[in-house]
């Protein structure tokens, strides 16, 4: 299957402490993304990330791309209720021509 | 700016009923992208349309069909209704083909079948 596989499943953390997220994919990419869907919701875009770059933010995400090991990590950092959410990372496998979508991770901040 | 709208929000069905839902985009985006949510399946990708014609199409049976008219706007229909066709329906705009940039989702479509 061309579909990331996203890790870990479920995360529960304290308010103020960091969030990792991890997806891992098999083939080729030419840009990979991270979404966040609120429950029952839309997905919201978060960041993008082209196959020749490794790392980019935005605000109080981080997500890194390696290609040699074809994986990419989202970390939220100074994590708030509010980012309670799933959290789905998109791949553009090459040739596949369509975003395929990860099962996701559900992240709950505890207050 | 309006976001993407899907009509309707929710509705029910029954087995071997047809339904239809519509998706109008952000005003110039050109590509309209179905996806169906489920527990089981995670998101699962229907079909693309990009200036009325479509460019993809994903593994679903030719029941799931969909269009895109002039102004962009895009409708699908799923016709002989199954009990697991019951989904959150999420349709997704972009200014350009969907896999090269940011995808802008609606709020989606709760179809239940009884």
């Known amino acids: 299957s061309q579909q990331g596989e996203e890790d870990p499943q479920a995360l529960s953390i304290q ?3 960091n969030a990792t997220m991890n997806c891992s994919y098999k ?3 030419n840009n990979l993304q991270w979404y966040r869907q609120n429950s029952g919701r839309g997905l919201v ?3 993008l990330i082209r196959s020749n770059e490794r790392e980019k933010h935005s605000g109080r995400l981080r997500v890194t791309l390696d290609t040699s090991k074809k994986s990419s990590s989202l970390l939220i950092t100074a994590s708030r209720a509010a980012d309670t959410a799933s959290y789905f990372c998109a791949t553009d496998f090459e040739g596949a021509q369509k975003l395929v979508f990860g099962q996701g991770t559900r992240l709950t901040i505890n207050p | ?3 993407v709208t899907q009509t309707p929000r929710y509705l029910i069905k029954t ?3 047809q339904v239809t839902l519509s998706c109008s985009p952000i005003s110039g985006h050109r590509s309209v992208s179905w996806y169906q949510q ?3 399946q995670g998101l699962q990708f229907l079909f693309e349309y990009f200036s009325e ?7 679903f049976p030719g029941r799931f069909s969909g269009r895109q008219f002039s102004n962009s706007r895009s409708e699908m229909n799923v016709s002989t209704l199954e009990l697991g066709d019951s989904a959150l329906y999420l349709c997704a705009s972009s200014l350009s083909i969907a896999n090269t940039g940011e995808l802008f989702f609606g709020e989606g479509s709760r179809l239940t079948v009884l």
Not at chain 2, 53 to 59: A, E, Y
């Open chain 1, 15 to 17: 308010e103020g402490e």
């Open chain 1, 27 to 29: 083939t080729s990419i």
């Open chain 1, 45 to 47: 875009h978060l960041i």
């Open chain 2, 1 to 3: 700016k309006a976001g």
């Open chain 2, 15 to 17: 087995r071997g009923q």
């Open chain 2, 38 to 40: 489920t527990p089981g």
């Open chain 2, 53 to 59: 014609t479509q460019r993809n199409k994903g593994n």
